[in-house]
C-alpha cells in the first residue's frame, strides 16, 4: 500500500488527489489528453493507496479507461463464436425449432432422423493465451499494460482466451476451459488485483500456457507472453516454447535485450512496446492476423 505522503512527490498526485478521498476525474481526463500511458500508470498506482476510499475511486476509473481504450481497437478478423445448426449425427443439443418444422411437414408422422439438427457452437479460429509476467515490480506502467492486454484479449475472443500471471509460481487468471462468458470487467478486475513478487520463472508460465490450450480446438493457437524475460532458467523454458504452436514475445522497448535472446532460441516473433497503448495495438495485429 502507497501513503499520500508518499504519493506526494509524484507529479499530478496533488492536482488529482487534493483531499484525503478525493480524485479529479476532470483532472484525470485533462492528463489523460496529454499523456495517456502516464495517465493510466499514475491511476493503478492510486488503486494501491492506503486511503481506501481514494483507492476504490482508483479502480473503478482504471476498469472503466483500461476497457474504453481496448474497445477502439479493430475486430478480429475471421469467425467469432456463434450457434449453428449440425445434423443429428453430430453431437449437440437438439434443435427444437427445426424438429417442430420437420414433425408440422410430416403431418404428423414419423419423422425421418435424417431431418433432425442439433444446435453446436461454431469454434472461433483463434484460441488466445496471455502470459503475464508479475515478478518483481509490478504496478504502474506494467499493471497498465497487462490489463490492457487482457481488456483486449477478452473482448476479442471472449470465449476461447486464457490468462495466466506467472513469477515463482502460477496463478491462472481465466482458464480456457470456462465455458461461461466472463465480463471484461471481471477479467480486468482480476487482473488489477495481481500484486508483484518473486522472481521470474517463464517455464511455469509457458506450460501453464501449454495446459490451457489443451483446452480449445480452434484451428489457430497463439501464446502471447508479456515479459522482459530476465529469468536466470531462460533454458527452461526454451524446449517448451519450442511446442507452442504460435508464440509472440511482447516487452518494453527500452528493457527487450534479453527478451530477443530469449525469442532468438525459441523460435518465437518479438514485438517492443513503449507504453500500455502500445500493447493494446500490438495484440490488435496479432489477433487481426489469420
Known amino acids: 500500500m502507497v501513503s499520500r505522503q508518499q504519493m506526494a512527490s509524484v507529479e499530478h498526485f496533488n492536482e488529482l488527489s487534493p483531499e ?13 489528453a496529454d499523456n495517456p500511458d502516464e495517465a493510466m500508470s499514475l491511476l493503478i498506482t492510486l488503486g494501491d493507496a492506503v486511503d481506501v476510499e481514494l483507492r476504490a475511486k482508483a479502480r473503478r476509473l482504471a476498469e472503466r479507461i483500461v476497457i474504453d481504450i481496448a474497445r477502439r481497437g479493430r475486430a478480429v478478423r475471421g469467425k467469432v463464436s456463434r450457434l449453428r445448426s449440425l445434423p443429428l449425427r453430430d453431437a449437440g443439443d437438439l434443435d427444437i425449432d427445426a424438429a417442430v418444422e420437420s414433425l408440422a411437414e410430416s403431418g404428423g408422422s414419423l419423422v425421418d432422423a435424417d431431418q433432425l439438427r442439433v444446435i453446436d457452437w461454431e469454434r472461433p479460429d483463434t484460441a488466445v493465451c496471455l502470459v503475464i509476467d508479475r515478478s518483481g515490480s509490478m504496478k504502474g506502467e506494467a499493471l497498465a499494460s497487462a490489463s490492457l492486454a487482457s481488456a483486449a484479449v477478452a473482448l476479442r475472443a471472449p470465449l476461447s482466451h486464457a490468462i495466466v500471471a506467472f513469477a515463482g509460481d502460477v496463478e ?8 461461461a462468458h466472463q465480463s471484461v470487467d471481471g477479467v480486468v478486475d482480476a487482473v488489477l488485483s495481481l500484486k508483484g513478487h518473486g522472481t521470474t520463472c517463464i517455464s511455469k508460465g509457458l506450460s501453464a500456457a501449454i495446459t490451457e490450450h489443451e483446452h480449445s480446438r480452434c484451428g489457430r493457437h497463439l501464446t502471447v507472453l508479456l515479459s522482459d524475460c530476465r529469468d536466470r532458467s531462460i533454458d527452461d523454458a526454451v524446449q517448451l516454447a519450442l ?26 516473433a518479438l514485438i517492443t512496446v513503449d507504453g500500455p497503448r502500445d500493447v ?3 495484440l490488435d495485429e496479432l489477433l487481426s492476423r489469420r
Open 280 to 282: 493494446a495495438r500490438a
Open 20 to 32: 484525503v478521498g478525493e480524485l479529479d476525474e476532470l483532472a484525470m481526463d485533462r492528463l489523460l
Open 172 to 179: 491462472v487468471v481465466r482458464s480456457m476451459s470456462t465455458s
Open 243 to 268: 511446442s507452442l504452436d504460435e508464440l509472440v514475445i511482447v516487452a518494453p522497448a527500452d528493457d527487450a535485450d534479453d527478451a530477443q535472446s530469449f525469442a532468438d532460441l525459441a523460435g518465437a
